[in-house]
């Protein structure tokens, strides 16, 4: 079991990757003052489980490689995470925070210490937080691995008391909880809590962790429980989008407010996310079409680098955008995002080429060195 490749894990990531560039391309088509609420809605709601998910098929991946009866070497492991995840961190916000320097000629965030604020928090690029976060779940593996062994003797009944405290303090944390304090540093820890606390989606990544150790059983429930857990996908997205409009045109929320008020973290987002996960796990463990297999496993193949350097794509067409004095109406927003999904691949593509020829360049921006295996998806 430990050395099979789970092709639905490419094929979420695929999936995950056109939702991230949608909730992105949702920010940007708010500078439009008739932006259409539907199309936002799209963008900014219905896409909420493409984050969280990303740490289900990373803690189920390390899972599956490594279970829990196989020995554990820590060591190796944090040397492997380091070259895979930390090393293009690291590269990737020096990049965007020279690429700030360079754009605006504002060298205020060089200065110590705000630099630090930038690495700690992912705040080189809007992003990169999900890195840090990833970052810290590595480095607490074997806290991880010990809270999978516990919960696996009474699964149901700890993933349940598991969710409620999920749900729980992610309403504290998201609605309740204020930088307000008098020492400083508490504030500035708490100011940037969702840019690192693991604690904001640690019961998703878990749930990768037990269903990988419970591959079989995972799959036949997901078989068993089919109508059920679709039931479940699209009771709860409803209820996402009920609340998105009743906040908009109910309370005349605008756009944005409700956006911060109905996301991943709010006791609806918790449940759509596990939702989603179940319901695309079972979806891409079904025979798809060649063309639809073919470009999700494209996209899950480059969806690190897609991930990392769209942000760019974004800035570039945006400064396009307004040199042209092109306003982003919903056609351009389409427009817009299909775009930043064809140059942001082409880019994977060519940083992946590039990297074969310098290694160096390839193990700083990707993690791995193009002579060992084909790049794969590290999130």
């Known amino acids: 079991m430990a050395n099979q490749r789970i092709i639905a894990l490419d094929y979420i990531r695929g999936i995950s990757m056109l939702g991230v560039l949608g909730i992105h391309t949702g920010a940007f088509s708010l500078t439009y003052p008739a932006v259409n609420p539907h199309l936002f809605a799209l963008y900014e709601i219905v896409t909420r489980f493409s984050v969280p998910i990303f740490f289900f098929v990373s803690a189920f991946g390390l899972f599956i490689s490594q279970p829990l009866q196989k020995d554990f070497s820590y060591p190796t492991f944090i040397y492997r995470r380091i070259r895979a995840v930390l090393l293009p961190y690291l ?135 089919t109508r059920r ?68 496993q494209q996209l899950g193949t480059y969806s690190y680098l897609i991930y990392l350097v769209h942000p760019l794509v974004m800035y570039y067409l945006i400064t396009e955008l307004n040199h042209l004095s092109q306003a982003l109406t919903p056609l351009i927003t389409v427009a817009f995002y299909l775009i930043t999904l064809v140059f942001s691949t082409a880019l994977a593509w060519s940083i992946t080429k590039l990297g074969s020829h310098i290694p160096l360049l390839g193990l700083l921006f990707t ?13």
């Open 367 to 379: 993690g791995s060195f193009p002579n060992k295996k084909r790049l794969r998806a590290k999130i």
């Open 91 to 225: 590269a990737w916000s020096l990049l965007y925070m020279l690429h700030y320097t360079w754009i605006s000629g504002d060298t205020n965030l060089w200065h110590t210490p705000l630099v630090y604020k930038y690495f700690l928090f992912g705040l080189a690029s809007y992003q990169l937080y999900f890195l840090v976060i990833l970052i810290w779940f590595y480095a607490l593996m074997p806290l991880w691995r010990q809270l999978v062994r516990w919960l696996l003797k009474a699964p149901m009944v700890g993933l349940l008391s598991l969710l409620l405290g999920q749900i729980a303090f992610n309403y504290y944390s998201s609605y309740l909880l204020t930088a307000t304090y008098a020492n400083h540093y508490l504030n500035v820890v708490i100011q940037h809590r969702m840019s690192y606390w693991v604690l904001h989606y640690l019961f998703i990544f878990l749930l990768g962790g037990i269903c990988a150790e419970r591959y079989s059983q995972f799959l036949t429930i997901l078989e068993q429980n």
């Open 229 to 296: 857990m679709t039931a479940c996908f699209i009771l709860t997205l409803t209820g996402m989008l009920s609340q998105y409009y009743y906040l908009v045109y109910h309370n005349h929320y605008t756009l944005e407010e409700a956006v911060n008020i109905v996301h991943q973290l709010s006791p609806l987002g918790v449940l759509y996310t596990v939702s989603a996960t179940l319901f695309w796990f079972k979806a891409f463990t079904n025979p798809l079409p060649k063309w639809l297999s073919a470009g999700l």
